[in-house]
């Protein structure tokens, strides 16, 4: 007889692993199969975002701003520092030991919860009246086992992978996609980077800071064209001046890998050819979801024509008791949306009727300055006619700002002109992955602009610089 669960979850990433947690503090019982392996062979929970993703690269960024900072930042408070040093086995031994805290920390939490940990890779075989069969291959202790198990609800949470140029292929050693882009073990004297997405300007800042000449090659004729303009604008001003070349409106023709450095040729925006040698090659063009092998079928389920699993928007297949959450279905790829829908479908399948509002999910990107916003950018509401008013405030005039020596960047909120019910808010500035909550909270309360110029702030703090660009909206901001 097969085991039965009452949810049987297909991946342990953020949005598998909590979905778990979620169903199993409800009272279910519940199995969750993952099959990742490290490098050294280990099994690991946590999937991208702990092992390859938002974990390793934000303990990068880190290390690499402190190096930028001790480099030429100190002086600044009379602070001199000589014979600045990296040592790059240390930083990824330091980000290695991060993720195996955090991946670590889920087994705790799987064992805590009585989850069952099912190792290897899951594929669906059929269903029957008990429920969903499942087989999970692969990884048992003796290397082939497989073994079928009974779900009366499932779960599919199996993530996304790089998407690698056609006819270039990775190595993660000379041309890397973000797994090797974490890993190299020397800092490239050159880099070159395809693709000014979230993960190119991410690890391009890294390796930046680090000491490489970085050159970032986007296809696309707007630079962050999905960020509102303004943020990009000043985006594109400040990686400028610290030393990032991002040419956009490029094209791609070629790409050879020496197997010691990489030669790429490419179209320039104004058409003419040129050619781009580099250490090392970071392909940063987008990622795109798994669901090789998955044995969909099956249950009568199919991808869609992008590789996505169609669901509705309570991330329910069009199977009964089949949900598919996180990357592998629509909306942005981020670890707290994926997230936010393994905690829904839990309580869904619990009986209880949860609500995901897509409109506050908020996005960070990670660089100096931070970019953070939530809600629609000016150019989107424009585009559906609606009317609107808009507040701005730079950190230049923030005492805590300048006490930190992080003055660049501005806060900008877009309210509705009649209502004044915020509709978007948007950050540029040290710490607006921090700072954007409390837009989130307020969006999600339907806040107008004038609640937050209500509120009173800790002074001095970065906070304030929200309060003013709400009063801004008004046009009564009290610094400026
Ligand atoms: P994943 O994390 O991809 O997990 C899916 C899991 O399913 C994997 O462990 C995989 O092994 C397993 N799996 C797949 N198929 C099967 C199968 N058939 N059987 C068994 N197991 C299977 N997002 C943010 O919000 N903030 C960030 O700062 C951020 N930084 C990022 C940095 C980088 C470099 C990258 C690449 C991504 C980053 N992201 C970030 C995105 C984030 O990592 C993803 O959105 C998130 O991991 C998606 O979670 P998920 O649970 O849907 O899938
Ligand atoms: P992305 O979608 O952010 O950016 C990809 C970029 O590559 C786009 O600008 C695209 O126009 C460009 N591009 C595509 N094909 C190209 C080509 N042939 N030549 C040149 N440019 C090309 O994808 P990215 O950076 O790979 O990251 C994947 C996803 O991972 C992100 O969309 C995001 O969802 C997630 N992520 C989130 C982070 C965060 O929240 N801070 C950090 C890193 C990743």
Redesign the pocket.
């Known amino acids: 007889m097969s085991k039965e669960f009452d949810v049987v979850v297909?991946?342990?990433?953020?949005?598998?692993y909590i979905a778990a947690i979620r169903a199993a503090q409800l009272g279910k019982t519940v199995a969750c199969?993952?099959?990742?392996k490290n490098p050294a062979g280990t099994l690991k929970l946590g999937?991208?975002?702990l092992n390859?993703?938002?974990i390793p690269?934000?303990a990068l960024l880190a290390s690499s701003e402190e190096f930028e900072n001790a480099s030429h930042h100190l002086a600044d408070h009379g602070i001199s520092v000589e014979n600045v040093k990296v040592d790059i086995t240390k930083m990824l031994a330091r980000k290695e030991g991060i993720v195996e805290k955090m991946t670590k920390g889920i087994e705790f939490l799987f064992r805590k919860n009585k989850i069952t940990w099912l190792k290897?890779?899951?594929?669906f075989t059929g269903k029957t009246d008990a429920g969903v069969q499942i087989e999970v291959s692969g990884e048992g202790t003796d290397g082939e086992t497989r073994e079928v198990v009974t779900a009366k609800n499932v779960i599919i949470?199996?993530?996304?992978k790089?998407r690698h140029l056609p006819n270039v292929p990775v190595d993660n050693k000379i041309v890397a996609d973000?797994e090797g882009a974490?890993s190299f073990t020397e800092v490239p004297k050159k880099l070159a980077v395809i693709g000014a997405g979230v993960?190119g300007l991410?690890?391009g800042s890294v390796w930046r800071r680090l000491g490489s000449e970085v050159t970032v090659l986007e296809v696309l004729p707007e630079f962050l064209g999905t960020a509102d303009q303004a943020l990009a604008k000043e985006a594109a001003k400040q990686f400028k001046k610290q030393g990032l070349d991002i040419q956009l409106g490029v094209k791609i023709s070629e790409v050879k890998n020496s197997g010691n450095s990489v030669s790429l040729a490419y179209t320039d925006k104004d058409g003419n050819a040129q050619t781009l040698d580099a250490d090392r090659l970071i392909v940063s063009i987008g990622?795109v979801p798994?669901t090789d092998?998955?044995g969909l079928e099956s249950i009568g389920l199919k991808a869609n024509e992008r590789g996505f699993i169609d669901v509705d928007d309570h991330c329910a297949t069009s199977v009964p008791n089949v949900y598919a959450?996180?990357?592998?279905v629509r909306g942005p790829?981020?670890?707290?949306k994926?997230e936010d829908e393994g905690v829904l479908v839990a309580e869904i399948i619990d009986g209880q009727k949860p609500h995901i509002d897509y409109n506050c999910i908020p996005w960070?990107i990670?660089t100096e300055p931070e970019i953070a916003w939530v809600g629609k950018t000016e150019q989107q509401l424009k585009a559906e006619g609606r009317e609107v008013k808009t507040g701005q405030f730079p950190f230049m005039a923030n005492g805590r700002a300048l006490g930190i020596n992080k003055a660049d960047g501005f806060v900008k909120m877009i309210a509705d002109a009649k209502t004044d019910e915020l509709l978007g808010v948007h950050i540029i500035s040290a710490n607006a992955s921090d700072l954007i909550a409390e837009a989130v909270v307020a969006m999600e309360f339907k806040a107008a602009s004038e609640d937050i110029g209500r509120i009173c702030h800790p002074h001095p703090s970065l906070s304030e610089v929200m309060r003013e660009a709400a009063l801004a909206v008004d046009k009564r901001a009290l610094n400026m």
């Open positions: 297909i991946g342990a990433g953020p949005g598998g199969i993952e099959k990742w999937g991208t975002c390859v993703g938002c690269s934000k290897g890779h899951g594929k949470a199996t993530g996304s790089a973000n974490l993960i991410e690890l990622r798994n092998n998955l959450i996180g990357d592998v790829m981020l670890a707290h994926a960070v990670y």
